[in-house]
């Protein structure tokens, strides 16, 4: 393996030295951060750095079916401009790791590079949902004449045209106090314009299969009691979820009481 690694970093040096960019996804059969493999290739002012750890979480995931923790490693030389990066779940991964999907710019991969752009990292507003949006900005218009944020941004561009360039400690220091609040402010509006449920287990496809047949025999039951006329529908949604001749049910609601069993008892199980 030492031998792989060092045979692997030369190479990568004389692919720099001709000017070439690059991107290396490989299983390390270790932590990503710390193996010797990038001690090798990220130890250069110029070398190459990993990118895969930014789409991990609080947790760092485990990236092969039968690990305990990432082994999986994504690097790039520092010219290379990743602007969407993505982990996938092993379901929909090809193979028993789970798959990087990554967005390069066509400037930073194939153009001629002459800076990078640090964007921040942030999350994109969901402005479908209106009553969570008009509560949002209800709570953030109270929190802002609660604690005088209009005032102050006024007497504070008041004191920078006076200051001039540049601006003194003290006043530096107050801005950044008010940015902060501000910021504060736009959190906590977040935690109570709605009420965020979280699931208790991962996700599962056993568990899932089983919760759609729930609904689907509920909407069996309504065809049943003729509190709709979807027939259709509903037989096609059945047989989806390999529910066959459903027409020809009889004890539905016996179907779902055992579906919701093997559902519950699932989710026990999971939740251990």
């Given at each position: 393996m030492e031998m792989f690694n060092r045979d692997l970093s030369d190479q990568i040096k004389k692919w720099r030295t001709t000017g070439k960019r690059e991107i290396l996804l490989m299983d390390v059969n270790g932590d990503p951060l710390r193996n010797n493999l990038y001690k090798l290739i990220g130890a250069r002012s110029d070398g190459m750095e990993?990118?895969?750890?930014?789409?991990?979480?609080?947790?760092?995931?485990?990236?092969?079916?039968?690990?305990?923790?990432?082994?999986d490693g994504g690097y790039t030389t520092p010219e290379i401009e990743i602007l969407n990066l993505s982990m996938l779940n092993f379901v929909d991964?090809?193979?028993?790791?789970?798959?990087?999907?990554?967005?390069?710019?066509?400037r930073s991969m194939?153009?001629?590079?002459?800076?990078?752009?640090?964007?921040?990292v942030s999350r994109r507003l969901v402005m479908s949902q209106k009553d969570s949006l008009k509560k949002y900005n209800k709570i953030v218009q109270e929190q802002c004449s609660i604690h005088r944020i209009q005032e102050r941004l006024d007497a504070i561009d008041k004191m920078t045209t006076y200051c001039g360039y540049r601006s003194p400690k003290w006043l530096e220091k107050m801005i950044l106090t008010?940015?902060?609040?501000?910021?504060?402010?736009?959190?906590?509006?977040?935690?109570?314009?709605?009420?965020?449920?979280?699931?208790?287990?991962?996700?599962?496809?056993t568990i899932q299969m089983w919760y759609?047949?729930?609904?689907?025999?509920?909407?069996?039951?309504?065809?049943?009691?003729g509190k709709t006329n979807k027939v259709r529908n509903i037989f096609r949604l059945a047989r989806k979820h390999h529910i066959l001749n459903p027409e020809k049910i009889s004890q539905v609601s016996y179907a779902k009481h055992t579906s919701e069993s093997a559902y519950w008892q699932l989710k026990l199980i999971?939740?251990?």
């Open positions: 990993e990118f895969s750890h930014k789409c991990w979480g609080e947790e760092p995931p485990r990236t092969h079916a039968r690990g305990s923790g990432p082994i991964s090809p193979g028993d790791h789970r798959s990087l999907l990554l967005d390069v710019s066509t194939l153009g001629e590079y002459s800076y990078s752009i640090c964007r921040p008010l940015y902060a609040q501000m910021t504060e402010i736009c959190r906590y509006a977040e935690k109570k314009c709605r009420k965020i449920l979280t699931p208790v287990s991962d996700f599962s496809p759609d047949r729930i609904h689907v025999y509920l909407q069996l039951i309504r065809l049943k009691e999971t939740n251990r």
